[in-house]
T-cell receptor
Framework: KQEVTQIPAALSVPEGENLVLNCSFTDSAIYNLQWFRQDPGKGLTSLLL?????REQTSGRLNASLDKSSGRSTLYIAASQPGDSATYLCAVEGAQKLVFGQGTRLTINP | GAVVSQHPSWVICKSGTSVKIECRSL??????MFWYRQFPKQSLMLMATSNEGSKATYEQGVEKDKFLINHASLTLSTLTVTSAHPEDSSFYIC??????????FGPGTRLTVL
């Protein structure tokens, strides 16, 4: 059974810092890995999707990497802004099912 | 494109009543829709997968008689929480997928059972 773990559970940093969120998964037989953002009481916004054959994806200040063999992914956020404050979820897809981690609650302090 | 809506966005009901939540794909046809449940400060847990015109596939531990799922058309799936109890209070999120494409998520429905 696939299990996804995200570390840290919560992170608070001053504005402008670069930061890294971590995601690990137990079964490397995945189709892809996605990073989502969730604002309080809201649904999910897809940030980046990395196919199993890819190593990384970039979108603006966000960069996600995938090391399938070691079961790890990182989400790098450059020059953080208060508007980046949210919960970040990583999810791996296998057999058309998404398995989510518990998320990292990120707070960017002005 | 790829917008998924949910209705209602929040609902409060009395214990013992049934509540229906709708999930619609607004600009694409969704061959598959998924229903997730999220407890406060926890992750999303897949409840069931529904394909248009066929019975939903429920995850282990999810009571199919309590959480009725209907996927009657390519743009609409409904989740009915029957005889709701306070422990059913949660955030319910649906997603829709076209063929084997990406899942697009709805904004969620907050259910509170008194």
């Amino acid at each position: 059974k696939q299990e996804v773990t995200q570390i840290p559970a919560a992170l608070s940093v001053p504005e402008g810092e670069n930061l890294v969120l971590n995601c690990s998964f137990t079964d490397s037989a995945i189709y892809n890995l996605q990073w989502f953002r969730q604002d309080p009481g809201k649904g999910l916004t897809s940030l980046l999707l990395i196919q199993s054959s890819q190593r990384e994806q970039t979108s603006g200040r966000l960069n996600a990497s995938l090391d399938k063999s070691s079961g790890r992914s990182t989400l790098y956020i450059a020059a953080s802004q208060p508007g980046d404050s949210a919960t970040y979820l990583c999810a791996v897809e296998g057999a058309q099912k998404l398995v989510f981690g518990q998320g990292t609650r990120l707070t960017i302090n002005p | 494109g790829a917008v998924v809506s949910q209705h209602p966005s929040w609902v409060i009901c009395k214990s013992g009543t049934s509540v229906k939540i709708e999930c619609r794909s607004l600009d694409f046809q969704a061959t598959t829709m998924f229903w997730y449940r999220q407890f406060p400060k926890q992750s999303l847990m897949l409840m069931a997968t529904s394909n248009e015109g066929s019975k939903a596939t429920y995850e282990q531990g999810v009571e199919k008689d309590k959480f009725l799922i209907n996927h009657a058309s390519l743009t609409l799936s409904t989740l009915t929480v029957t005889s709701a109890h306070p422990e059913d209070s949660s955030f319910y999120i649906c997603s829709a997928m076209q063929d084997t494409d990406t899942q697009y998520f709805g904004p969620g429905t907050r259910l509170t059972v008194l």
